[in-house]
């Protein structure tokens, strides 16, 4: 018997698919909200004693 039946593959497909839009409704994250300063703030050095 082999796991990964058509049964089992498209269980797991419709559950990542169904995570997926989840998360980015709940996270609202589209291409007008996501730039590259709201992903990663920028860095700044520490200063030194």
Do not use: D
Request: proline share 6%.
């Amino acid at each position: 018997m082999s796991f990964l039946t058509s049964g089992l593959v498209r269980f797991f497909a419709v559950g990542f698919a169904l995570g997926a839009v989840a998360v980015f409704a709940t996270y609202g994250l589209g291409p007008s909200r996501v730039t590259p300063g709201n992903v990663v703030p920028a860095a700044e050095a520490a200063a030194v004693k």
